[in-house]
């Protein structure tokens, strides 16, 4: 028998506002054909704002594995093939930017973007614990993956010219990566403390409502 892990309780638990940020009508849209281009763009410009920010987020995550992980060297593993591929991620933003013909030099972050710009840097704090900084880590990464893979699946209209974009996030490889994660934190919370398990999940929750706000100001752009 498997015990199931902390991550899995805590999903369960919260099964609606997981599927409210993973099933977001912008994502349904994306799915069934009808997205909005315009919005499809305000998202392409403001995820690479954001995705700026996650960087120095990511490397706080990685300092912290290297002083409070019990192991250190898996994580470290882990944690930096995250931080290296968010390079190539800024490289095809910009591209992508191209493509669409957006100027991403000009674009500032909306209100909900700079809400989660602030939460990521609020967590970067060295007080925030190892597990709570994880915890956010990995669920904003399997949101993305959960959401993507959705818009892929067999029967999805997704357009093809919005394809590539959700296999980025959507792919076997970064669900493998998003186990991985999970992985991590379930390990952790094996060890955690009782106050250090509730920050944790009010960490998930808030990445939960913080990812529907951004698809909202995606779709009530146009
Ligand atoms: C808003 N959430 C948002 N942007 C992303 N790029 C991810 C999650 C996944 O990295």
Redesign the pocket.
């Known amino acids: 028998e498997k015990k199931i892990g902390m991550t899995e309780t805590w999903l369960r638990k919260h099964r609606l506002q997981f599927i409210g940020a993973t099933r977001h009508p912008m994502l349904k849209s994306i799915r069934d054909g009808t997205i909005n281009l315009a919005s499809f763009k305000t998202w392409l410009a ?2 690479y704002l ?2 700026r920010a ?1 960087g120095p987020f990511v490397a706080s995550v990685l300092t912290k594995a290297r002083k409070e992980s019990d192991d250190s060297a898996h994580d470290i593993e882990v944690i930096s093939r995250g931080m290296a591929s968010l390079e190539d ?1 800024i490289l095809w933003f910009k591209k992508e930017a191209d493509k669409w013909g957006i100027s991403l030099s000009n674009t500032v972050p909306q209100q909900a ?1 700079t809400n ?1 710009i602030g939460f990521l840097e609020n967590l970067r704090n060295e007080n925030v614990e190892y597990i709570v900084a994880m915890t956010a880590f990995w669920a ?2 399997t ?2 993956h959960e959401s993507f893979s959705h818009c892929l699946e067999e029967g999805s209209k997704t357009p093809e010219e919005v394809k590539e974009t959700c296999a980025r ?1 959507g792919n076997e490889g970064f669900g493998q990566y998003c186990q991985s994660l999970q992985n991590i934190v379930n390990r952790c919370s094996q060890k955690a403390s009782d106050d250090e398990l509730k920050q944790a999940e009010l960490v998930l929750l808030r990445v939960l409502e ?2 529907v706000e ?1 698809w909202n100001m995606c779709y009530a752009s146009v």
């Open positions: 403001q995820d954001f995705v996650f991620e973007n989660y904003i990464e949101v993305y996030w913080l990812e951004f």
